[in-house]
């Protein structure tokens, strides 16, 4: 399977619990891309890379939220001290950006659920 | 502030018939325009997309209208099929710039036999 892959596609957690998610792009993917669903809305922005440097982080990103890409290869989301509010299902896209004008036909992953009970 | 608005929740069409999602938006600097799909359980898969230089594009059962001036888009599915039943997100960005992907809150197709 070459797609984009998430891991784990859900998690569970107790409120003020730190949980990370992680996500594997398409390999000559150089774009990786955070976007956070809730139900009844559309995929919202959370972050995203351009190989390993995270060039935008959307004001939903709270301090609480950090997302990395060591050697702009899979992606790591952590959340800490969760929240009943963090409640969602977090996306995670890749893309080719053949330089230039923007490409932005995302290929998302299955997502990972998160309940903060 | 929505930038990009689906204001209809569901859509029910009978199968073989032609289902119409429409997608507002209000953004004017938005030139790009595309249609996802979801599945259940599943990520978003990528339909269709238009450039702000057209005002129309056609892909097999697929063809989306673009209305600039009325900042206005639909998506229109001839003939539906019941495995056309999913969410369906408009999506916006500038094509020339960095603007990542603003999605519209999806509307869920039911495509009846």
């Known amino acids: 399977d070459t797609g984009v892959s998430q891991d784990p596609r859900h998690k569970i957690t107790k409120r003020g619990q730190n949980v990370t998610f992680r996500c594997d792009p398409i390999?000559?993917?150089?774009?990786l891309y955070w976007y956070r669903q809730t139900l009844g809305q559309g995929p919202e922005f959370l972050t995203y890379?351009?190989?390993?440097?995270?060039?935008?982080k959307s004001r939903l990103l709270s301090d609480r939220f950090s997302a990395e890409r060591p050697k702009g290869s899979f992606s790591t989301l952590e959340i800490q001290r969760t929240e009943q509010g963090d409640s969602a299902m977090y996306l995670c896209?890749?893309?080719?950006?053949?330089?230039?004008?923007?490409?932005?036909?995302?290929?998302f992953g299955s997502g990972t659920q998160l309940s903060v009970l | 502030d929505q930038q990009v608005k689906q204001n209809s929740p569901s859509l029910s069409v009978q199968e073989g018939r032609i289902s119409i999602l429409n997608c507002d938006y209000t953004?004017?600097?938005?030139?790009?325009f595309l249609w996802y799909k979801k599945y259940p359980a599943e990520g978003p898969t990528f339909l269709i997309s238009?450039?702000?230089?057209?005002d129309k594009n056609e892909d097999g059962r697929f063809t989306v209208f673009l209305n600039k001036s009325a900042k206005h888009l639909s998506l229109h599915i001839v003939p539906s099929q019941p495995g056309d039943s999913a969410v369906y997100f408009c999506?916006?960005?500038?094509?020339?710039?960095?603007?990542?992907?603003?999605f519209g809150k999806g509307t869920r197709l039911s495509v009846i036999a």
């Open positions: 890379f351009q190989n390993e440097a995270q060039l935008e």
């Open positions: 896209a890749s893309s080719l950006d053949p330089g230039g004008a923007t490409n932005e036909k995302l290929f």
């Open positions: 953004n004017s600097m938005f030139d790009y």
């Open positions: 999506a916006a960005t500038s094509y020339s710039g960095n603007t990542p992907l603003v």
């Open positions: 238009i450039s702000s230089i057209k």
């Open positions: 390999s000559e993917h150089n774009r």
